[in-house]
């Protein structure tokens, strides 16, 4: 049951970053606002296995007529994974999550900020919620979690989260937080100017990210990732596109699967 929980409390984590890079990377997004680009329809994923790019699993996204994301179907694990959302006055307000193993449920505010996140897990009957916390200014500031089975079992704890800026466009967003086991961890995601991921540090696990561009759209992302013992995995996702089109900062936050955007994606 631990694992399941740590991987709820690692969602909520990713998902808590969801108003934080909306508004993290002013320069290269502001300006692209006005411009509409093709929203990708299917990501194929791969991981580099004795030379060989082996398939993993797909993504698919689906629009509405605006170009609103209301649903994205995840085909890894035991069985497809689903979410979908719902807007009024063109704002996300709500949106639920449904796999073999759990159920979710996703609440935003007036700004289109994720506000709480519950889940419930089927198999061993446990709880999950997170609470969402921002400034005046729309960053993130805090993310409070709690995970229970409803009887014996209760652990609680908060993330704290600063966001900073450096010339050029770069936007660094740092967590700190005592994780299930009352163990103090901290996370780290750099950003580009454009908003799309470049680098995790992951309490010393590092990810680094690099684009292979077609024109304007990303055509392919290419992720390592190095161990605390110096071994590394490489990984690939190959993005298709359809010919729904909306804001070209909604776009970056597509390709970069933001949990601002995405919700149940994990950085």
Request: hydrophobic fraction near 30%.
């Amino acid at each position: 049951m631990r694992m399941v929980l740590r991987k709820s409390l690692l969602m909520a984590l990713c998902l808590a970053l969801a108003a934080t890079f909306s508004v993290a990377a002013p320069g290269g997004q502001a300006a692209a606002k006005s411009k509409k680009m093709k929203m990708p329809t299917k990501l194929t994923y791969y991981r580099l296995d004795n030379g060989k790019w082996v398939k993993e699993y797909t993504k698919t996204y689906k629009y509405n007529k605006k170009g609103d994301l209301i649903k994205i179907k995840d085909s890894r694990g035991d069985g497809p994974t689903t979410f979908k959302y719902k807007y009024k006055k063109k704002k996300k307000v709500s949106g639920t999550g449904t796999g073999k193993y759990f159920r979710g449920s996703y609440k935003f505010n007036k700004k289109g900020q994720l506000v709480s996140a519950r889940y419930h897990y089927l198999e061993d009957n446990t709880n999950a919620t997170y609470a969402y916390t921002y400034n005046k200014g729309g960053y993130l500031t805090a993310v409070r979690w709690t995970e229970d089975n409803g009887e014996y079992l209760r652990h609680s704890g908060v993330y704290n989260y600063t966001t900073s800026f450096a010339p050029g466009g770069k936007v660094t967003i740092a967590a700190s937080g005592k994780d299930y086991d009352d163990i103090d961890r901290s996370y780290t995601w750099t950003l580009n100017k454009k908003g799309l991921l470049t680098k995790i540090d992951d309490d010393g696990k590092i990810s680094t990210f690099a684009y292979l561009w077609k024109g304007k759209y990303v055509k392919q992302r290419i992720g390592t990732v190095t161990y605390y013992d110096g071994s590394t995995d490489k990984y690939r996702i190959v993005y298709k596109y359809g010919k729904r089109k909306a804001s070209a900062s909604r776009y970056y936050k597509y390709i970069n699967e933001d949990p601002r955007t995405l919700i149940g994606k994990n950085w």
